[in-house]
């Protein structure tokens, strides 16, 4: 079955950098598209952006164009999220998510969700 | 980009049917059918209910169902059940090929 399994826990100081990892299973990595969404405490969901494990092609928000990197590495069918100049307004749990394979668009299955926690 | 637009809340009792509503622009939820609606109990991961505005996927209660018109999508739940209560997200595939989430909306069975 498709698994992503995140990377644990993060607490960072303000104007740091925090980059988080999402490994995939059950499926062809290179097949599918990763994206990435975070959810403040008490709030909706936020959508940061994506990547297509296999051609490479990416696509940020506008709100964090700059500050956010996703990469991946096709030999340990691995996603990363990094997000640098953190504030107190990034603290939230992030989630990575696999686009499914009828449109690309709907996120059919979800990592457990990394917490971080920006804090001086 | 600016999130779809959902009501903050919505109920009804066990039974009953209910609607959310999902408001996009032209550059979003208007102008594609790639709308999707995610359940989300506290403390839990989203869950996948609709995708493109209307299918559901395998394993999903049919007591879910979805539509469109114009730039506002809706989630309708029919059969109203305890477990039912939870958060409800819609998302929208956008012009500049980015994904936009709705604002969300909690549903409290009465």
């Known amino acids: 079955q498709v698994q992503l399994v995140q990377s644990g826990a993060e607490v960072k100081k303000p104007g740091a950098s925090v980059k988080v990892s999402c490994k995939a299973s059950g499926y062809t990595f290179t097949s599918f598209t990763i994206h990435w969404i975070r959810q403040a405490p008490g709030q909706g969901l936020e959508w940061l952006g994506w990547?297509?494990?296999?051609?490479?092609?990416?696509k940020y928000s506008p709100k964090f164009q700059g500050r956010v990197t996703i990469t991946r590495d096709t030999s340990a069918s691995t996603a990363f999220l990094e997000l640098t100049g953190l504030t107190s307004q990034d603290t939230a749990v992030y989630f990575c998510a696999r686009a499914g394979p009828k449109t690309g668009t709907e996120l059919d299955s979800w990592g457990q969700g990394t917490l971080v926690t920006v804090s001086s | 980009q600016s999130a779809l637009t959902q009501p903050a809340s919505v109920s009804g009792s066990p039974g009953q049917s209910i609607t959310i509503s999902c408001t996009g622009t032209?550059?979003?939820?208007?102008?594609?059918?790639?709308v999707s609606w995610y359940q989300q109990h506290p403390g839990k991961v989203p869950k996948l209910m609709i995708y493109?505005?209307?299918s559901r996927p395998s394993g999903v209660s049919n007591r879910f169902s979805g539509s469109k018109s114009g730039d506002t999508a809706s989630l309708t739940i029919s059969g109203l059940q305890a477990e039912d209560e939870a958060d409800y997200f819609c998302s929208s595939y956008t012009s500049t090929t980015t994904l936009v989430f709705g604002t969300g909306t909690k549903v409290t069975v009465l």
């Open positions: 493109d505005v209307s």
């Open positions: 032209s550059s979003d939820a208007g102008a594609y059918y790639y």
């Open positions: 990547i297509n494990a296999g051609i490479l092609n990416r």
